[in-house]
Structure formats: C-alpha cells, structure tokens
C-alpha cells in the first residue's frame, strides 16, 4: 500500500472556537504524518478553485462566505489510506447526524445556518488532494 497525501483545513468555525489543537492532536495520535502546514485567510479566488464542484448549488455563495469570515489553518497530512482514515475522522457532512467520536461527531452541530458548518474538510479522493494541496500550498 503506497503512501498518501490529503489536504485537511481546519474552517473558521474550528479556529474561532480554539480547536486547531484538537484536529491536530487526532491527526498525529491516529499515527499520520503533518508535512506542511499555514494559517491563512482565503480570499474568494482561492475557494472558488478549492470548491469548483459545488458552484453553482444553493449553499455555493453561503459556504465561501463562511470559508472567508475568519483565519483557516491549512495541512498536509501523509499516511497509507490517509485519504479514506481522515474522511472517517471527520466523520459525515452533517454534524448532526456524523458518529460520535469523529471530529464533526464530537465537536460540532446544527447552527441554523444555509451553510453547514463542520471544523474541517478533508480530500475526498487522490485526484482532489493533489488538486486541493496546489491551490493551498503552490
Ligand atoms: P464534505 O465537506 O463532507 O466533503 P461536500 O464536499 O459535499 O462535503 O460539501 C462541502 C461543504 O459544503 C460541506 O463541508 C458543508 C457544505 N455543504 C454541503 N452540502 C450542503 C448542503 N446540502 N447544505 C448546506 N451546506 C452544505
Ligand atoms: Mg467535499
């Protein structure tokens, strides 16, 4: 099994409450590797490139604006099937319903919002994360 790389973010709503530490505490006690990592403030250009697949759909304009309402911390974290461990992680879409101990299971919930609110995304297959980690870390 070859190594893989995915791209995590952790989204406003997880910098805002503090949780940089948790996300990267789950990552590195799984057993992946952290190989590169930035916090910044991603501008409407970026995150229309990381989100191209959802244009156009009724939460596209709610999620940038949400993506942009505060500093993201962006990373790189290595690992065989990291792709597939990281999504597990995070747990589903929606916090509501995701399993209880993965990261959107445990920390975050409902918010009433058009945009759901998660704490983090993680790449959903090796064509996206290669994608994803050059719009992030060219
Ligand atoms: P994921 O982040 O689990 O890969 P996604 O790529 O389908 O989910 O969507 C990107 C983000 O957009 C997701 O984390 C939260 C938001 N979102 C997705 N579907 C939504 C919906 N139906 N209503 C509101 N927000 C949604
Ligand atoms: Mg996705």
């Given at each position: ?20 530490g948790e996300v990267i505490s789950r990552i590195e006690t799984k057993g992946y ?65 995701a399993a209880p101990g993965s990261i959107r299971g445990d920390l975050a919930r ?29």
């Amino acid at each position: 099994m070859s190594k893989e790389r995915t791209l995590v973010l952790v989204k406003p709503d997880g910098v805002r409450r503090g949780l940089v530490g948790e996300v990267i505490s789950r990552i590195e006690t799984k057993g992946y590797e952290i190989t590169a990592m930035r916090m910044l403030n991603a501008d409407r250009s970026i995150l229309e490139k990381h989100y191209e697949e959802h244009n156009g759909k009724p939460f596209f304009e709610p999620l940038l604006e949400f993506m942009s309402s505060g500093p993201i911390v962006a990373m790189v974290a290595e690992g065989e099937r990291v792709i597939e461990g990281f999504r597990t992680m995070a747990g589903v879409t929606d916090p509501t319903v995701a399993a209880p101990g993965s990261i959107r299971g445990d920390l975050a919930r409902d918010q009433g919002t058009k945009v759901v609110q998660n704490i983090v995304h993680g790449s959903d297959s090796v064509a996206s994360a290669e994608r994803e980690i050059k719009i992030f870390f060219s």
